[in-house]
């Protein structure tokens, strides 16, 4: 059973739709394209409750200002969404950037978490981190795996100018061979029918993650969390990232896939399922 809705807060209408049943499980970012990267068991075990952050849904008509798409402003969305939806007791879900959203929402209001998932995530947005991954992606990758990101990379400035307010998915998409474990897998059609907001999406990836320092308060935190992490994922989320910073953590389990890069939970199902299903029951 599917069950829509939408919740309005300073004239952005942000939507949401669960599916499945079970624990109740948030999952921030965009309700149209993370329902089809889950699939499997989890929806017999979790109720998905997908959610849009601003940054997926058109601004109102009046001048948008940066404060609009602050940490907090995002953040305390959800939990306006939360005190709709009634939920009480939930594990947050973020995927990519939105893991940071997830981490930081559970520090914020930790009284209603209950579990924190964080999933094909980098550590932090900093440009020392990026050179790592592109150094290790350099080392590492295939010929052929180097030979694709070349083409699509040098594919992209055409598509951005022939559709620039699609640039966060030309971008996305383009960037596969450094996002998927298939360096060939074509993603656009994941993205069919996401609306993006860029001046929100350059802000939140430009700016606020950029800046985000997510050990602040980590010493008090006591929530468990699961990071999801694949073995290819050039793009964010390569595992030796987290080898300065996974201590500071009071209760964190990571996962590595080996057959996976950036997005886990669609290219091996089936482990991925398993192993957060019990991850929970063990925690």
């Keep these: 059973m599917t069950k829509t809705g939408?919740?309005?807060?300073?004239?952005?209408?942000?939507?949401?739709?669960?599916?499945?049943?079970?624990?109740?499980?948030?999952?921030?970012?965009?309700?149209?394209?993370?329902?089809?990267?889950?699939?499997?068991?989890?929806?017999?075990?979790?109720?998905?409750?997908f959610i849009d952050h601003r940054g997926f849904v058109p601004p109102p008509p009046d001048h948008l200002k940066n404060d609009d798409v602050s940490l907090n402003v995002l953040l305390d969305d959800i939990e306006l969404i939360r005190k709709t939806l009634n939920l009480n007791c939930f594990i947050i879900l973020g995927h990519s950037g939105?893991?940071?959203?997830?981490?930081?929402?559970?520090?914020?209001?930790?009284?209603?978490?209950?579990?924190?998932?964080?999933?094909?995530?980098?550590?932090d947005y900093s440009a020392a981190t990026a050179q790592a991954r592109m150094d290790y992606f350099e080392k590492d990758a295939t010929l052929e795996r180097k030979a694709a990101f070349q083409r699509n990379m040098a594919q992209l400035p055409a598509k951005i100018e022939a559709d620039p307010e699609r640039r966060f998915v030309h971008m996305c998409v383009c960037a596969g061979p450094i996002s998927w474990?298939?360096?060939?897998?074509?993603?656009?059609?994941?993205?069919?029918?996401?609306?993006?907001?860029?001046?929100?999406?350059?802000?939140?990836?430009?700016?606020?993650?950029?800046?985000?320092?997510?050990?602040?308060?980590?010493?008090?935190?006591?929530?468990?969390?699961?990071?999801?992490?694949?073995?290819?994922?050039?793009?964010?989320?390569?595992?030796?990232?987290?080898?300065?910073?996974?201590?500071?953590?009071?209760?964190?389990t990571i996962q590595v896939f080996n057959k996976s890069a950036h997005t886990p939970q669609f290219e091996e199902p089936d482990l991925f399922n398993q192993a957060l299903i019990n991850w929970i029951h063990q925690h």
């Design 181 to 252: 474990y298939d360096h060939t897998f074509d993603a656009t059609p994941l993205w069919e029918g996401v609306y993006t907001n860029m001046q929100i999406l350059d802000h939140v990836w430009g700016v606020v993650f950029r800046d985000i320092d997510i050990t602040q308060n980590l010493d008090s935190f006591d929530r468990p969390v699961f990071l999801a992490l694949g073995k290819y994922d050039y793009l964010t989320g390569l595992p030796f990232l987290w080898d300065q910073i996974k201590t500071q953590f009071n209760d964190l």
């Design 98 to 123: 939105h893991a940071f959203m997830a981490l930081e929402y559970a520090k914020k209001y930790p009284q209603y978490v209950s579990h924190v998932v964080m999933i094909g995530a980098s550590p």
């Design 6 to 49: 939408n919740v309005s807060i300073q004239g952005f209408t942000l939507r949401y739709r669960i599916e499945g049943e079970g624990i109740p499980t948030v999952v921030i970012g965009d309700s149209v394209y993370y329902p089809k990267i889950f699939s499997g068991i989890i929806r017999q075990y979790l109720q998905l409750i």
